[in-house]
């Protein structure tokens, strides 16, 4: 595409034609980006998380995670809130504890809560 020296005269006519160009562009990335990069700073309840794991394990699931420190999370007057970065992350290493405090290896956690029948 061949650049055509712009003149005084001109400007008002490019100017015009630069704003449509950023609008056009402020529109794409705002339509492109909902949905696909989701704030990774956004806190979630049990039930969010929930839903957000891969498992979609229960709430009695989750809970049991949190007194065994197995996942990370965050403890506000009588609700449990997590962090999606850092469930995102706890996914991604697969790991078994939570910067609380220490675990309880999984096969351990197993054989501590086996039900005894009768």
């Not at 005084?8 to 449509?20: C, F, G, H, I, M």
């Not at 891969?54 to 403890?75: A, C, E, G, L």
């Not at 309880?104 to 029948?117: D, G, M, Q, S």
Request: charged share 25%.
């Amino acid at each position: 595409m061949q650049e055509k020296n712009l003149t005084y005269n001109d400007l008002p006519e490019a100017l015009s034609q630069v704003r449509k160009d950023i609008s056009f562009i402020k529109q794409f990335l705002i339509e492109n980006r909902l949905g696909q990069h989701p704030d990774l700073n956004s806190w979630m309840n049990i039930s969010e998380l929930c839903n957000y794991l891969p498992d979609k394990p229960t709430k009695n699931t989750i809970y049991s995670w949190v007194q065994n420190r197995i996942i990370p999370f965050h403890k506000g007057p009588k609700i449990l809130y997590f962090l999606k970065s850092e469930i995102d992350a706890w996914m991604k290493e697969g790991r078994k504890n939570s910067s609380i405090g220490p675990s309880i290896p999984p096969e351990n956690h197993l054989k501590t809560n086996k039900k005894i029948k009768k």
